[in-house]
């Protein structure tokens, strides 16, 4: 049911197994809402498992292959819902907004095309584990400048309203009142959620990996069958030139021997 960014990507409509029907939801169309598969009570719930239901939470795709348009896929999942096997959940002890950072870089080109490397037919814990994460702090700019990109990406609900409303003491987002539906800000909007990704991968690429221009290039015509798709639709890589456009205004054709390394200090040893 999920794909970056988004915990409603698909809808359950009917079967069960390999026989089960799921309708995709595309932002900007009535009716996209969790519809489950299965409603479990919550007695039925095991009592080492029942706090982390009511809690926001990271979820990623398990099933995954290499060759595919995208590999790693990664989103909040609000309180209230249960994950099965195939799409794993963690949580952070403390200190939620860590859950933007990890989005953004977790569902970003960069780290797709590293995690490729590392697996065949499943995203699991231990290869996430080995994707090099940033260790920042919450004042430092790159975190504000992120979790502003993300935030409108995840919060296109009223079942994210709470998390929205939490990250606004950060002064990352101004806080939802009673009655709205959903925050203002929020990307419903296909062309807008394409406009956000593409500057998140730009910052992710530059500040968190350290990329010059031309690497980022490199790592993006690594996504042929994206490429396929997009000239298809749009005649041109629309993707890789909407990334890049807004590496070159941004930071402009700075090669990489210019740009300082990241602090050590901006690394941990593991994803989670």
Request: glycine share 4%.
């Amino acid at each position: 049911m999920i794909d970056q960014y988004d915990y409603r990507a698909k809808a359950y409509r009917s079967g069960r197994g390999r026989a089960a029907v799921w309708e995709p939801l595309e932002f900007g169309l009535p009716g996209k809402e969790i519809v489950p598969q299965w409603r479990v009570p919550e007695p039925d719930i095991p009592a080492k498992v029942l706090d982390r239901v009511w809690r926001y939470r990271v979820a990623f795709g398990d099933v995954a292959r290499p060759d595919t348009e995208r590999s790693l896929m990664a989103t909040l999942v609000p309180p209230g819902v249960i994950c099965g096997h195939t799409v794993p959940t963690f949580t952070y002890e403390e200190d939620e907004w860590q859950y933007l950072i990890f989005l953004a870089v977790a569902n970003s080109f960069t780290a797709d095309f590293l995690i490729r490397k590392r697996l065949t037919l499943h995203v699991s814990l231990s290869i996430l584990d080995s994707l090099p994460m940033p260790r920042m702090t919450v004042d430092d700019p790159i975190v504000a400048q992120l979790a502003r990109q993300v935030l409108p990406l995840i919060c296109t609900d009223p079942d994210m309203t709470k998390f929205w409303n939490s990250m606004s003491t950060h002064g990352w987002c101004e806080a939802v009142s009673d009655g709205e539906s959903r925050p203002r800000e929020a990307h419903t909007d296909v062309s807008e959620r394409a406009q956000a990704r593409a500057e998140i991968d730009a910052i992710v690429a530059k500040h968190v990996y350290d990329l010059s221009r031309d690497e980022l290039a490199y790592v993006l015509d690594q996504f042929p069958v994206l490429e396929k798709r997009d000239r298809k639709a749009h005649g041109t890589f629309a993707t890789k030139d909407r990334i890049l456009d807004w590496y070159d205004r941004v930071y402009g054709c700075i090669d990489r021997v210019q740009a300082p390394a990241p602090h050590r200090s901006h690394w941990s040893e593991a994803s989670a």
